[in-house]
């Protein structure tokens, strides 16, 4: 079957680095995504991986082994607004989106 | 670009009654809609897959005569809600791809509404 797994919760200090893994089994792939999502508010788009390697965007970098079936967030210099829920989707051979259930990053002063 | 509204934000109804919530593409064509439920403290979960001209496809569990769904254009898709009952109070928020590619993202990328909150009485 399909599947995702990430974190259920993860707790990081103001200013540190935090990594959020996510691995994934599916029928065919077709990319991995990752998604923010504030509490009480809707998924907004964060990064897109398809082939294997890191993509670094600000303080937000995503990675990729498409051979491991793996995927990590990583965020840097962490805010407090960074404080919310991050979903891991991955896209199979029919592009339908698998989600993960979520990470819930709380950040500390 | 790739904005995506939904209206209403909120709404509290009374039970039985039915409701309409519509999700719209500002600024791209949407080759697909997907409508999602989410309760609190919960993951996503998908409800239906809907292409602009055809019957959406519902997921496993969802009852298609309750949660109806029209695709009548590229940029608009509504979901109702029909004899609506307490256990239905949700966020219900809708998504769409087919926007443009971005540096970060590809047209397959969903895109998200703000969401609407439902509250039945």
Same mark, same amino acid.
């Given at each position: !079957?399909?599947?995702?797994?990430?974190?259920?919760?993860?707790?990081?200090?103001? !200013?540190?680095?935090?990594?959020?893994?996510?691995? $994934?089994?599916?029928? +065919?792939?077709? +990319?991995? /995504?990752? $998604?923010?999502?504030?509490? !009480?508010?809707?998924?907004?788009?964060?990064? $897109?991986?398809?082939?294997?390697?890191?993509?670094?965007? +600000?303080? /937000?970098?995503? /990675?990729?082994?498409?051979?491991?079936g793996y995927? $990590?967030?990583?965020?840097?210099?962490?805010?407090?607004?960074?404080?919310?829920?991050?979903?891991?989707?991955?896209?199979?051979?029919?592009?339908?989106?698998?989600? +993960?259930? !979520?990470?819930?990053?709380?950040?500390?002063? | 670009?790739?904005?995506?509204?939904?209206?209403?934000?909120? @709404?509290?109804?009374?039970?039985?009654? #039915? @409701?309409?919530?519509?999700?719209? #593409?500002?600024?791209?064509?949407?080759?697909?809609?997907?409508?999602?439920?989410?309760?609190?403290?919960? #993951?996503?979960?998908?409800? *239906?897959?809907?292409?602009?001209?055809?019957? *959406?496809?519902?997921?496993?569990?969802v009852e298609?005569?309750?949660? =109806?769904?029209?695709?009548? #254009?590229?940029? =608009?898709?509504? =979901?109702?809600?029909?004899? *609506?009952?307490?256990?239905?109070?949700?966020?219900?928020?809708?998504?769409?791809?087919?926007?443009?590619?971005?540096?970060?993202?590809?047209?397959?990328?969903?895109?998200?509404?703000?969401?609407?909150?439902?509250? @039945?009485?």
């Amino acid at each position: !079957g399909q599947n995702i797994d990430q974190p259920t919760e993860m707790t990081a200090t103001e !200013g540190a680095i935090v990594q959020i893994n996510c691995t $994934y089994q599916t029928s +065919g792939f077709n +990319g991995l /995504f990752w $998604y923010q999502q504030h509490a !009480g508010e809707a998924p907004t788009f964060l990064s $897109y991986n398809v082939l294997d390697g890191l993509e670094e965007k +600000g303080r /937000f970098s995503s /990675f990729l082994s498409r051979s491991k079936g793996y995927s $990590y967030l990583l965020l840097k210099e962490l805010q407090m607004k960074d404080s919310a829920s991050y979903l891991c989707a991955a896209s199979d051979s029919n592009y339908q989106l698998i989600w +993960g259930a !979520g990470t819930k990053l709380i950040i500390k002063p | 670009g790739a904005v995506v509204s939904q209206h209403p934000s909120w @709404v509290i109804c009374k039970s039985g009654t #039915s @409701v309409k919530i519509e999700c719209r #593409s500002l600024d791209f064509q949407a080759t697909t809609m997907f409508w999602y439920r989410q309760f609190p403290k919960q #993951s996503l979960m998908l409800m *239906a897959t809907s292409n602009e001209g055809s019957k *959406a496809t519902y997921e496993q569990g969802v009852e298609k005569d309750k949660f =109806l769904i029209n695709h009548a #254009s590229l940029t =608009l898709s509504t =979901l109702t809600v029909t004899s *609506a009952h307490p256990e239905d109070s949700s966020f219900y928020i809708c998504s769409a791809k087919g926007g443009p590619r971005s540096e970060r993202g590809t047209t397959e990328t969903q895109y998200f509404g703000p969401g609407t909150r439902l509250l @039945v009485l």
